[in-house]
């Protein structure tokens, strides 16, 4: 019998953040899989999702029939992401000690990277599991812990194609308060590439480094009124700088590590003319320090005389960059302007999530969440257009827009039998507000894609919780959701 506190505490201390590669956890939950009574075995997810770690491992157990046949479907598939994105800012973890990796019990809740989203329920479903070990099923039990969700569901798109199982019905873990969700936004994903002609350029003089560092506050892609967005923040800086008629010159940029958080940290290095040097310091005391709440996010470093070796980004670069934000922040108010209240976010939301430099150019990046009744072919197909017409205004730069990454929404299938047994099994568990879809996007989506009945289901909330500091689950609703995959397992299983 595993101790679920106990493995709570370890599975939030393993970095299996996506990046990272999932190959201890998956190897630790192996373990307790086969404890349990599980047939357990590791699934190599290989890709080629650049700057990304090659360990990625889905955890697969079996509990019951282990035959699988291509041409029937059976069997009720458990399935949960094991990995989380990056932490952020330690010391936005204020609850939980500006530890992320340490879980923080605190009266009713559990803090730790990983509480909500999603990996105590893999451990919810585990326990639910136990009292069915050694038992007769009608049909086999699937566990699964899935790698690189936050990568675009790469362990559940390759789990989806090895079949290796082919259920019957899906159960996907995710932050839903306990509700049983049919239906979620698309994901995608959008870099803009700002390019131009890199040549050696005269510094003229500008021999003085500025470094520029703000801080913000993470949270959900799919809900990004709830962070502080550090990229914003630093534009906003150098923005000051210039309004007050300082020339300067762009050195690199960086902010954002995963495309599905609001980024907390950027920062930005320009150069400014030395003789300009005692008067930005004025400015600096007098003027950006003014603000308090701008003070306590702002870093700014001086320093770096000299000029060799510094190569600088194009002239108008920042201008570019300042357009394209812009023009997707105003997506709202045309593509996007549609809203269904049946969401907890109504209308389809954009987060400007990554900006990098690179040689001979920017790349920006954008989380975009779709209501499900936006066709993504016709919304790309204008973005493009909208992209394309900024070529017209800087005629030195290059504007190209790629998607990178795209998961579909999940829509529900009306009359489905199994939905209508998995709202009779969540009966008392649920909190008012169950009807309420979500803006996140999840697994499901895949599965339900290659044609499996799937539904979303899990312990924690999302909106200013999942992807944000001091990440948390109330322990009343993990042991709710054990409970709720008990009554699955007997209702479709025995």
Not at 351 to 358: C, L, Y
């Amino acid at each position: 019998m595993i101790q679920f506190l106990q493995e709570a505490v370890k599975l939030i201390s393993i970095n299996s953040v996506s990046q990272n590669g999932s190959e201890e956890i998956a190897a630790y939950c192996a373990g307790l899989m086969t404890s349990t009574g599980f047939r357990a075995n590791l699934q190599h997810v290989t890709h080629s999702v650049d700057g990304v770690s090659k360990r990625q491992f889905n955890v697969i157990g079996i509990m019951g029939d282990s035959l699988v046949d291509s041409r029937t479907r059976k069997g009720l598939l458990l399935s949960t992401p094991l990995d989380t994105p990056a932490p952020g800012l330690a010391a936005n973890w204020k609850l939980g000690g500006g530890q992320p990796f340490k879980a923080t019990l605190l009266e009713d809740r559990i803090i730790g990277l990983g509480a909500a989203s999603a990996k105590l329920d893999f451990l919810c479903k585990l326990k639910a599991c136990e009292r069915y070990r050694g038992r007769k099923l009608r049909i086999p039990i699937y566990l699964v812990g899935t790698a690189g969700s936050e990568l675009g569901g790469l362990g559940a798109r390759f789990l989806v194609k090895s079949m290796t199982v082919n259920p019957q019905y899906v159960v996907v873990g995710a932050p839903t308060g306990l509700r049983v969700v049919t239906t979620h936004k698309a994901t995608a994903v959008y870099q803009v590439g700002v390019s131009y002609n890199q040549l050696e350029r005269d510094a003229k003089g500008f021999n003085t480094r500025i470094g520029v560092r703000c801080t913000g506050r993470s949270a959900h892609g799919g809900y990004p009124q709830h962070g502080e967005n550090a990229i914003l923040r630093t534009l906003a800086v150098v923005q000051k700088v210039r309004s007050a008629n300082f020339q300067l010159k762009l050195a690199g940029v960086r902010g954002g590590d995963t495309p599905a958080s609001v980024p907390d940290v950027a920062t930005l290095e320009f150069y400014i003319q030395n003789s300009a040097f005692e008067d930005f310091k004025k400015f600096y005391r007098e003027g950006l320090l003014a603000n308090a709440e701008e003070v306590a996010h702002l870093q700014i470093e001086f320093g770096g005389l000299g000029e060799s070796g510094v190569k600088f980004l194009a002239d108008n670069i920042l201008d570019a960059v300042r357009s394209v934000q812009e023009f997707f922040a105003g997506l709202k108010d045309n593509l996007l302007s549609a809203q269904d209240t049946s969401f907890d976010e109504p209308q389809s939301t954009v987060n400007f999530s990554g900006i990098r430099e690179r040689a001979a150019g920017v790349d920006l990046f954008f989380d975009v969440r779709l209501l499900p009744s936006l066709q993504i072919d016709s919304f790309e197909t204008q973005l493009k257009e909208s992209v394309q017409k900024l070529n017209g205004a800087y005629p030195n730069l290059m504007f190209t827009l790629t998607r990178v990454r795209h998961t579909p929404a999940l829509t529900a299938r009306p009359g489905s039998l199994f939905y209508a047994q998995v709202v009779e099994a969540q009966k008392g568990l649920t909190p008012v507000d169950a009807n309420k879809n979500l803006s996140i996007s999840t697994e499901a989506a895949v599965y339900s894609a290659s044609g499996y009945e799937s539904v979303v289901f899990g312990p924690g909330e999302a909106a200013g919780n999942s992807h944000g500091p001091d990440e948390h689950v109330l322990v009343e609703h993990l042991d709710k959701a054990v409970h709720f995959y008990d009554r699955l397992i007997e209702r479709f299983c025995l």
